[in-house]
């Protein structure tokens, strides 16, 4: 069975920094591009970035581009999101998806929260 | 950048309706478009993947068409469990993605 299970969000001050991470378990974790989705309070869905199963290929969302690293430890299963210079506007639920090679998201975690206030 | 965008934002229908959502995009995107349903409090679910290909497990009332810059979602006889927002997804410009504002679907 799939697993995605995000850790790693919280409260945090404008200015700041954080960094989400995401464990994968039940597939072969570096055979599969990974992304980042989040969801403001109320609001759709915005795509924030994503990786290529060897990092070759990154891209980020140009609301979080100089800011926000994608990375990936495939001996780990792991996906991370390193959040700098954090905004109010970044406050969201931050899902993790796996990519399922027809560039659609197939699997999701349940999300967690990151709060930007002071 | 390519932009997407839906309409209707929001419909109210019946069970057993037809109901059809549009997705458009600022520019040609041939076939790499996807559709999700997200209830709330749940994570989004992938219904349709390359503008018509049905995900497994996803029932066949749900039904996806279009290509280039307009597309379609449609289901054919609305179920209570459908009652959800959709939205669509490019993948066409990748590595870089977008979703669109997504479509409300509530019980009239």
């Known amino acids: 069975e799939v697993q995605l299970v995000e850790s790693g969000g919280g409260l945090v001050q404008p200015g700041r920094s954080l960094r989400l991470s995401c464990a994968a378990s039940?597939?072969?974790?570096?055979?599969?591009?990974m992304h980042w989705v989040r969801q403001a309070p109320g609001k759709g869905l915005e795509w924030v970035s994503g990786i290529s199963w060897n990092s070759g290929s990154i891209g980020y969302a140009d609301s979080v581009k100089g800011r926000f690293t994608i990375s990936r430890d495939n001996a780990k299963n792991s996906l991370y999101l390193q959040m700098n210079s954090l905004r109010a506007e970044d406050t969201a639920l931050y899902y993790c998806?796996?990519?399922?090679?027809?560039?659609?998201?197939?699997?999701w975690g349940q999300g967690t929260l990151v709060t930007v206030s002071s | 950048d390519i932009q997407m965008t839906q309409s209707p934002s929001s419909l109210s229908a019946s069970v057993g309706d037809r109901v059809t959502i549009t997705c458009r995009a600022s520019q040609s995107i041939s076939s790499y478009l996807n559709w999700y349903q997200q209830k709330p409090g749940k994570a989004p679910k992938l219904l349709i993947y390359?503008?018509?290909s049905l995900q497994s497990g996803v029932p066949s009332r749900f039904s996806g068409s279009g290509s280039g810059t307009d597309f379609t979602l449609t289901i054919s006889s609305l179920q209570p469990e459908d009652f959800a927002t959709y939205y669509c997804?490019?993948?066409?410009?990748?590595?870089?993605?977008?979703f669109g504002p997504g479509t409300k679907v509530d019980i009239k």
């Open positions: 039940g597939f072969t974790f570096d055979d599969y591009a």
């Open positions: 997804q490019q993948s066409y410009s990748t590595p870089v993605f977008t």
């Open positions: 390359a503008a018509s």
């Open positions: 998806a796996k990519d399922m090679r027809q560039l659609a998201f197939d699997y």
